[in-house]
């Protein structure tokens, strides 16, 4: 049975990209997206996802603060990949102490058209090893 996967971007074209990324792997199943914290939350519900992908920098209810509310409401895993969470950033280091399993930093900001080339083998080998996948 394959391993369910939200993800939580506030950019359309980020969510395709990340969607594609996780899609390719046949033990991985994207069951919903969302385009901010809040909403983020019901799918949460929604869909219990074994693992969330959640940006940092979204309208209506950043990442930080949908991280620490999810702990309420999912079991989930939740990696972080976002723009703003480069290593050892103030954002990637909260994020670890609310409990992310991994931080991702985009590679090229907000608009990473060139995810899945630059980062998308650590988006899936992070999701493989948060669920215990070899």
């Given at each position: 049975m394959?391993?369910?996967?939200?993800i939580v971007d506030d950019s359309f074209?980020?969510?395709t990209l990340i969607k594609d990324i996780?899609?390719?792997d046949p033990d991985l199943?994207?069951?919903g997206t969302a385009a901010n914290g809040k909403l983020a939350l019901e799918a949460a519900k929604q869909h219990s996802p074994d693992v969330i992908l959640l940006d940092i920098e979204?309208?209506?209810?950043?990442?930080?603060?949908?991280?620490k509310r999810l702990r309420l409401v999912s079991k989930a895993k939740v990696i972080i990949v976002s723009s703003v969470a480069q290593?050892?950033?103030p954002q990637a280091l909260q994020a670890r102490r609310d409990g992310a399993a991994d931080v991702i930093a985009k590679p090229s900001g907000a608009m990473s058209l060139d995810l899945a080339d630059k980062k998308g083998h650590d988006i899936v080998k992070a999701v493989r090893l948060a669920?215990?996948?070899?």
């Open positions: 394959a391993k369910k996967v939200l074209v980020m969510r996780v899609s390719a199943e994207v069951v979204m309208p209506e209810m950043d990442g930080l603060e949908c991280l290593t050892g950033s669920v215990g996948l070899r």
